[in-house]
């Protein structure tokens, strides 16, 4: 009888230990606090907090030319955070442009019958390392004679299935090359897991990345130190950035993470680049 109690209480011990905790990425068991009878909330709190897409622009990537496709550690852009997409809209549009002589870049949210936001960006080339100078008032417009660049990102939520537990992401890309709208091409690197995406001769990368506590609050890029000059600087994996594979483990005692660190692309999402 000692021994079927012994038993009992260390199954439900045993039972209440892998239900009710988990191992953080930084190494430390955490007991989950119930908010509902469903467990939506704690797989907000846990797997999508702070969490967002990133976007790596080859062309801004100031290292030797045939580095470009492989994106450096300090050469992130915040597209958003996964949590929008999740609850609050059905679809974003991420809008790059980008004039002629690469010194202007103009970045555009739309969100389809909510609102569209723009931040413009003027950026020094001729420096070793790329300066780059916010421009609140997008003071410069572009011409149809300046205005020759332009990428569409349309993404989508998926919503979780028992093959996809915590839902996926989709998303289409197009863009104007000489006038023309041309399909991107995506490839996936099978050891990183980025999404490389060729549109014309300009290279994008996409993965996902949480953000640390203390950088949460910014935009697509971070303010600099310069108390003068608004400059910015691109988000850093080492720096300001949790990779993903350490942040979305579903197993117990730090199990291998088995999902993708990037969004897939749907070439038969719907994309205009007139947008």
């Not at 003027?122 to 070793?128: E, P, R, S, Y």
Request: glycine share 8%.
């Amino acid at each position: 009888m000692f021994l079927g109690l012994s038993l009992l209480v260390l199954g439900s011990g045993l039972i209440f230990l892998f239900t009710q905790t988990t191992w953080q990425h930084t190494g430390f068991l955490k007991f989950n606090e119930p908010h509902s009878l469903f467990e939506g909330e704690f797989i907000d709190e846990h797997y999508f907090q702070r969490v967002g897409i990133y976007g790596h622009i080859g062309f801004l990537d100031r290292r030797n030319m045939t580095n470009q496709n492989s994106p450096s550690e300090d050469g992130w852009v915040r597209m958003f955070e996964i949590h929008d997409l999740r609850h609050e809209y059905k679809s974003i549009l991420i809008k790059l442009e980008f004039s002629n002589d690469r010194k202007y870049l103009q970045v555009t949210k739309i969100i389809p019958n909510y609102n569209e936001t723009t931040e413009c960006f003027n950026l020094d080339m001729t420096a070793d390392n790329l300066k780059i100078i916010s421009d609140p008032s997008c003071s410069k417009t572009f011409s149809p004679s300046t205005k020759t660049h332009k990428i569409i990102f349309k993404f989508e939520y998926v919503s979780p299935t028992n093959h996809l537990i915590l839902g996926d992401i989709r998303y289409n890309v197009k863009g104007t090359v000489n006038g023309s709208c041309e399909q991107g091409l995506a490839t996936e690197d099978p050891i990183t897991g980025n999404s490389y995406i060729m549109v014309g001769n300009f290279t994008t990368a996409l993965r996902y990345y949480q953000v640390r506590e203390d950088f949460q609050n910014n935009g697509y890029m971070i303010p600099g130190n310069s108390t003068h000059t608004p400059i910015l600087e691109f988000y850093s994996s080492q720096k300001h950035l949790e990779d993903i594979t350490s942040v979305w483990k579903t197993g117990f005692f730090g199990c291998k993470y088995s999902g993708s660190v990037s969004p897939h692309q749907d070439s038969t999402l719907s994309t205009d680049c007139d947008v």
